[in-house]
């Protein structure tokens, strides 16, 4: 994906409630047509970050753009580039599938036409359910209709699959990446790494309000301490010590008689020299690549209290 000019700037964004500092210094720069994702600990200060770019929260500090407008003073004009499905959205139960897009429709100058918007997002059949009588993922479906029928280029989607079924979870994947595939930009929050690691082309980490990284997920990846796991059961015994030693690696460690090892690719050809010299055989082998999930843990430092 070609990166363009910036659609969302945010630069040393700070904001604190109570004396709590939420987001402390927070900068990056979201690319036009790309997925880029917010990862971090609960609390370490996404939502709040999303807020402030939606501008429904004024910064303490900092600047934030999107689309070249301060979101809070030309917040009106912002409104009519950038749609949004926050954290815990909600409609009123009684109101149907029709009513919620005929209603979000008004508000806007120029809005897309919303029934081939609910065709496209397999909500046709739910037009007169209620929505207190919807799936979660149809639930989900909607507010992704919601948050594209004002034609916006930026959509900010926050933990838009919390609480859905691996199956609605997947569906819900297929449709955020459509939606980045019509032309319209994607900031994402989310705390599941294998739906960044699939989504996304950026990631910023957020740990205690503060960017500890931004790259791709395969930039964060090749970063981590011990980017390939090899696991395998001996023979016969290894001395830890020999294990430790091999090029690359990070960590060694034995339980109930299985080796598992962090390292490299170069650790993994060393590892195969040393079994060859040793006449040792491993069995049951595995080499895999770290993960998203293993990037993170490296990265931040949890949930704070």
Not at 45 to 55: A, D, F, L, N, R
Request: net charge negative; charged share 25%.
């Amino acid at each position: 994906m070609p990166h363009t000019t910036p659609v969302i700037e945010v630069t040393g964004l700070r904001k604190s409630y109570g004396g709590r500092t939420a987001v402390d210094g927070v900068s990056f720069a979201v690319d036009e047509f790309e997925i880029f994702g917010i990862l971090g600990p609960n609390g370490a200060g996404k939502t709040t970050t999303v807020e402030c770019v939606s501008g429904l929260r004024v910064p303490d500090a900092g600047t934030v753009r999107v689309a070249g407008r301060d979101p809070v003073a030309d917040h009106a004009r912002v409104t009519r580039v950038l749609g949004a499905q926050l954290q815990e959205s909600e409609l009123q139960g009684k109101l149907t599938v029709r009513e919620a897009l005929e209603l979000y429709a008004a508000f806007y100058p120029d809005p897309a036409d919303w029934r081939p918007l609910a065709a496209r997002l397999g909500l046709t059949d739910r037009l007169g359910t209620r929505f207190a009588q919807l799936s979660g993922g149809q639930k989900q479906r909607l507010f992704i209709a919601l948050a594209l029928i004002g034609n916006p280029r930026v959509v900010v989607l926050d933990e838009l699959t919390t609480g859905l079924d691996p199956h609605a979870r997947r569906d819900t994947w297929k449709l955020i990446e459509d939606v980045r595939d019509s032309g319209v930009t994607v900031l994402l929050v989310t705390h599941f790494m294998e739906e960044a690691q699939r989504l996304c082309d950026r990631v910023a980490v957020i740990d205690r309000g503060r960017v500890v990284a931004l790259d791709s997920p395969a930039g964060l990846i090749s970063g981590t301490a011990g980017a390939t796991v090899i696991s395998f059961a001996p023979s016969a015994p290894l001395a830890p010590g020999e294990l430790a030693a091999l090029p690359g690696v990070t960590a060694a460690a034995e339980r109930d008689g299985r080796v598992t090892l962090s390292g490299t690719d170069a650790s993994v050809d060393a590892l195969l020299t040393l079994l060859a010299r040793r006449g040792v055989r491993a069995h049951q082998l595995r080499v895999t690549d770290a993960t998203l999930d293993d990037a993170y843990l490296d990265l931040t430092t949890g949930a704070r209290p």
